[in-house]
C-alpha cells in the first residue's frame, strides 16, 4: 500500500499509536512518535526509555537535554512537531538488559518505517542517534564502527547527520573525540536551524 500523500499520514500515525505487535514487552505496548506533513527534520534515536514510555514525550530524559543542547533547540520548538518529528527505531520501551536498555524491537522497523518515511517525503535533514539508526539509514554505507562513521559524516551531510547517542554513558567518548563537539556540531545547527526556524 502506498503512503505517499499527506492525506494518509494522520491515519498511519492513528493505526500504528494502536499498534500491539509486541505483547510481551515488560510495560506493555505505547508506541511513541511525533509526525507531521510539514517538518523538514527528523530525528531518529534508538527506544524509549522508562521516563519516555511513562511521558509519552519523545526525548523527556537527561539524553533529551544534551540531544538538545547539541542542536541549539530549547524544549517548546523542539516539541512543535510541525517542525521536527521523532521516528525511533523502537517506538516501545524494550526492557532493561545487563548492561542498559535491550536493543529496539526489530518488529517496528520492519512493521513501519518504510511507510513512514513514505508518507514524509518533505523530510530534508535526518539527524541519526546511536548505532540503531545508524544501521537502518546508512546501510552498507556505514564505517566499521560508531566513531567511524561519525567521523566521516561529510560523506552523509546534507541529509544525514550520524551522531552517537547522546547518553550520558557517551561523556568518555565525548572527551576523547573532540572534533564531534567542535566541527560536527556547529555544522548540524547550520543544517537544521533554517529548516525549523526558516
Not at 544501521?135 to 562513521?149: D, F, I, P, S, V
Request: hydrophobic share 40%; with cysteine.
Amino acid at each position: 500500500m502506498a503512503w505517499a500523500s499527506d492525506q494518509a499520514l494522520p491515519a498511519l500515525l492513528e493505526r500504528l499509536r494502536a499498534c500491539r505487535l509486541c505483547t510481551d514487552l515488560p510495560l506493555g505496548p505505547r508506541p511513541v512518535i511525533r509526525a507531521s506533513s510539514t517538518a523538514r527534520v527528523v530525528i531518529c534515536g534508538q527506544a524509549p526509555g522508562t521516563k519516555v514510555h511513562h511521558s509519552g514525550l519523545s526525548w523527556n530524559d537527561p539524553s533529551g537535554d544534551r540531544l538538545r543542547q547539541w542542536l541549539a533547540i530549547d524544549r517548546p520548538d523542539f516539541y512543535d512537531e510541525t517542525r521536527i518529528a521523532v521516528v525511533p527505531q523502537g517506538f516501545c520501551y524494550p526492557g532493561k538488559g545487563a548492561h542498559g536498555d535491550l536493543p529496539p524491537r526489530k518488529e517496528c522497523a520492519d512493521t513501519w518505517h518504510d511507510r513512514i518515511f513514505a508518507a514524509m517525503p518533505q523530510i530534508e535533514v535526518f539527524i541519526l542517534a546511536g548505532q540503531y539508526a545508524l544501521a537502518w539509514h546508512l546501510g552498507t554505507r556505514r564505517k566499521q564502527n560508531l566513531t567511524e562513521t561519525v567521523r566521516a559524516w561529510r560523506e552523509y551531510a546534507p541529509r544525514y547527520y550520524p551522531l552517537p547517542h547522546p547518553s550520558w554513558h557517551n561523556n568518555r567518548w565525548l572527551k576523547e573525540n573532540p572534533w564531534f563537539e567542535a566541527e560536527l556540531v556547529p555544522a548540524l545547527r547550520e543544517a537544521v536551524h533554517p529548516r525549523v526556524f526558516g
